[in-house]
């Protein structure tokens, strides 16, 4: 039997399928203090989501009990790898239950932005009827950049193909005929994909390499007619990591009009703060990192990291293993 911390809260039935497995499930926030103290020296592991934040001072705090890290979604940024790695803890994830969730917001930024709806709801509820300000463009006819070419990526570029958008991708790490039998353009560098994009949708973890991969130089060589004439602007959507996208060069895009909409469900810190200038731009919208908060997701989520946890602690192999030098 093991003892696990649960400190961003879990599934009931991942719960309790750990209970079943003969270990001591412990659930409640741990605050930042305490885990910078040692709280966590009796656990022999620990299950978080993004908020709690695993540095190297907890971890060089933790003890020598320790032995797991499940992290119940995909982004393992909130945890310091090499201390994990050098203290012999084995990190987890969970990749694979956020997937249709994470698309489907994707898309819905990506229609939300393109016809006005956040605006067209603003407006609506002060009393205006401004149809006329709120034309919007179609996506049929337009090519979506997709950074990054992973499992998310390419759902969203498949329903964006039965829209009818021309799906383009950049992955240095992808091998080419994976995108030439998902009928997308690979583009051998990051600018070609913006200068050839309309919309552009971030798909990447966020690394040194990846921070502010979305710059002011790339957002102003985006095109904002498409690939069918159109006059569409040009449109960001990040709902992978905060911190790839440089939000202050997205703030001066949006007021100069080189970019036509934004829209974040990832912050580069989280919580926003309510006075960030972004909240203040009119043809920006966005979300408090929900991209994986479905009731599906969460549970399918909180089952596979506790089948992961379960199974390093139990000795056996376990596929969703991350290693420092993956990212």
Not at 200 to 227: D, F, Q, Y
């Amino acid at each position: 039997m093991a003892k696990i911390a649960v400190t961003d809260g879990m599934d009931e039935k991942a719960v309790l399928r750990l209970q079943k497995a003969g270990h001591e499930v412990v659930l409640g926030h741990i605050g930042v203090d305490e885990l910078e103290g040692g709280a966590l020296k009796s656990f022999d592991a620990i299950i978080v989501r993004s908020a709690t934040k695993l540095t190297s001072k907890v971890l060089e705090a933790s003890g020598e009990k320790l032995r797991v890290i499940g992290r119940a979604g995909v982004g393992v940024d909130n945890i310091d790898l090499k201390v994990a790695e050098r203290r012999g803890i084995t990190v987890v994830n969970a990749p694979q239950a956020s997937t249709q969730s994470v698309v489907e917001l994707t898309l819905g930024h990506l229609l939300a932005s393109i016809r006005h709806l956040p605006r067209a709801d603003r407006s609506l509820r002060s009393g205006k009827w401004e149809k006329s300000r709120l034309k919007g463009s179609e996506l049929a006819g337009k090519a979506l950049g997709l950074i990054g070419f992973g499992r998310i990526a390419q759902s969203v570029g498949r329903v964006a193909q039965a829209i009818g958008m021309e799906v383009h991708a950049y992955d240095p790490y992808l091998p080419p005929k994976i995108a030439k039998s998902q009928g997308t353009r690979l583009h051998k560098s990051l600018d070609s994909l913006f200068s050839n994009c309309t919309h552009i949708s971030v798909h990447c973890n966020l690394t040194t390499e990846t921070h502010h991969l979305v710059n002011a130089e790339r957002i102003a060589s985006m095109p904002h007619i498409g690939k069918d004439g159109a006059r569409c602007g040009s449109h960001i959507i990040n709902c992978a990591r905060g911190g790839i996208v440089d939000e202050d060069a997205v703030v001066a895009a949006l007021k100069s009009r080189v970019l036509t909409s934004a829209a974040l469900d990832v912050f580069e810190v989280e919580p926003v703060d309510p006075n960030h200038p972004l909240l203040q731009m009119e043809h920006f919208h966005g979300t408090p990192h929900i991209g994986a908060s479905t009731v599906e997701a969460q549970a399918r989520v909180g089952m596979d990291i506790a089948t992961n946890v379960h199974a390093v602690l139990s000795g056996r192999s376990c596929k969703f293993i991350v290693k420092a030098e993956q990212l």
